[in-house]
């Protein structure tokens, strides 16, 4: 996925503005370069501007994230709309796992894991799920993070993959190729204020044994680079 270069943000975050969500439901109903031009000031003004200083406010306790670009890559995909209905930010530990928040018309999300799934990674992630010791640590960390709000998902297979029984202890766990922790939050009133960003930053606090756990056990990809929608 690409993203903007890494930026420095000035002031401070003050919220998510109704405007932010009012763009993304009129895009939503007219994904289209006539809309996007028509309605870019506000985009810029309260999505992409409070999304930097959000950014900006976490980056002490996280690192510095990268801004997705709202321009979807159409190559690989059936669907041609031009823009994304959402504005999404990673900051990673390792290329491809680490911290992700993103504003949509359904309100805000926040995520942390690992999105991309070379077949190195997977190995390494299933060997150490299948591991008593480690596989054990994540499991813990996972019925912890599902008891503070948390869903699971990520890419799975709909059955066991090849080489583990199917009444595996952990054969849930077994069957990601991706995984990831998230919290989100319908456009509540604390959205359009500076609080917003305590509920990102705790999210994220919650999710750091699942990024470190990930780190350490599955690391990034050491294969060629190449496209991932």
Known sequence: MSSTSREDTHGGFRGFPDEAFVFYEGLEADNSKTYWTAHKAAYEEHIRAPMLALLGELSPDFGA?????????????????PYKTHQGAFVDTVPGVGYYVRVAADGLLAAAGFHSHGADQIERYRKAVGNDATGKQLESVVATLRQGGFDLDGDALKTRPKGYPADHPRIELLRYRSLWAERSWPPEPWIHTPSAAGRVRDAWTAAQPLVAWITEHVGQTHEPSRHRP
Do not use: E, L
Request: charged share 40%; net charge positive.
């Open 65 to 81: 994230a990268s801004m997705f670009r709202p321009y979807r890559d159409v190559r690989f995909s059936k669907d041609k709309s």
